[in-house]
């Protein structure tokens, strides 16, 4: 796994950020030299999403007590360049938030698909330049009913096109459900 990356998806409560913090939990036991930093995209906009981070933050350092945590918001691709290097796993938990924040930012209230485009662009720059490996986890949302409203089908097609791309940068994409791994991308 030296510069190995890895798209995680699932839906909600899948086990996909599970599934990612076991795998920067090996990665961490294959050599004490190692290295994890988690990069989270989580925003706490309201009581109840603060309590879920801290019940996150809590919970992760229980299972992987040497996963640092970085918290990113918005510039996702600077974040990953800055801390990828050889010998350290990067985990990016996640980006279906990471969207979110850009393209429904609470703060603002207004909408910049120009700065998402600009961002992901950024993303899949930083992907490709990473010297390390790198764990990517996202919300698969597109197998359920179209949305009603324009600004949700208008997400779901975003991230639809994000997942895509970055499971097309990636040597292994896996699907989540029900807490079990299915490969859909293999390397070689």
């Given amino acids: 796994m030296p510069r190995e990356r890895e798209l995680i998806l699932g839906g909600q409560r899948s086990g996909k950020s599970r599934r990612a913090e076991q795998r920067a939990a090996d990665w961490l036991a294959l050599d004490p030299a190692h290295r994890a930093v988690l990069i989270a995209t989580a925003t706490a ?8 981070i801290a019940r996150h933050r809590a919970d992760r350092a229980q299972r992987v007590p040497g996963l640092v945590t970085v918290e990113e918001a918005v510039r996702l691709g600077p974040a990953l360049a800055r801390h990828s290097e050889p010998g350290t796993l990067v985990l990016i938990d996640c980006l279906t938030l990471w969207l979110t924040n ?14 998402a485009e600009t961002a992901h662009a950024g993303l899949l720059h930083a992907l ?9 986890v996202s919300n698969e949302i597109g ?17 639809g096109r ?7 940068a ?3 994409v896996t699907l989540m459900a029900a807490g079990l791994p299915l490969r ?5």
């Fill in 184 to 188: 859909l991308k293999e390397p070689g």
């Fill in 143 to 159: 197998l359920g009913v179209i949305p009603m409203g324009r600004e949700a089908r208008a997400f779901v097609d975003a991230l």
């Fill in 102 to 115: 850009l393209l429904m930012p609470a703060e603002s209230g207004s909408a910049s698909p120009a700065l």
């Fill in 128 to 136: 490709h330049g990473a010297r390390g490996p790198v764990l990517l």
């Fill in 162 to 168: 994000l997942n895509q791309a970055v499971a097309g």
């Fill in 170 to 172: 990636c040597d292994r």
């Fill in 45 to 52: 906009h309201d009581e109840e999403m603060r309590e879920r």
